[in-house]
């Protein structure tokens, strides 16, 4: 069984830095990736960011050059840095991770963009 956390949600305001992390406990084997989602209201889950066990990491277009996936380094907690924050990054955030039969996924974090 694997149970993921996420924290550091917060109001920002645009242009601002917000860091949120993702605690993973209980049996985790063979992860390939993790990585981080949001759902904004009204909208559907989009991905945001992946890391793989080797650090190698992608994003997408929307947070390219503002957002920073990174591993601890007791590897069971996983980082989000999130720079230049806008409002459009409004939204519900959730850890994820992916074994080659099973998604994980923790119950989110809430960051609000606004001023």
């Known amino acids: 069984q694997v149970q993921l956390v996420e924290s550091g949600g917060d109001l920002v305001q645009p242009g601002g830095s917000l860091r949120l992390s993702c605690a993973a406990s209980?049996?985790?084997?063979?992860?390939?990736?993790m990585g981080w989602y949001r759902q904004a209201p009204g909208k559907e889950r989009e991905w945001v960011a992946t890391?793989?066990?080797?650090?190698?990491?992608n994003y997408s277009d929307s947070v390219k050059g503002r957002f920073t996936v990174s591993r601890g380094n007791a590897k069971n907690t996983m980082y989000l840095q999130m720079n230049s924050l806008k409002p459009e990054d409004t939204a519900v955030y959730y850890c994820?991770?992916?074994?080659?039969?099973?998604?994980?996924w923790g119950q989110g974090t809430q960051v609000t963009v606004s001023s």
């Open positions: 994820n991770a992916n074994s080659v039969l099973r998604r994980y």
């Open positions: 209980g049996t985790i084997f063979s992860i390939n990736t």
């Open positions: 890391i793989t066990s080797i650090d190698s990491t």
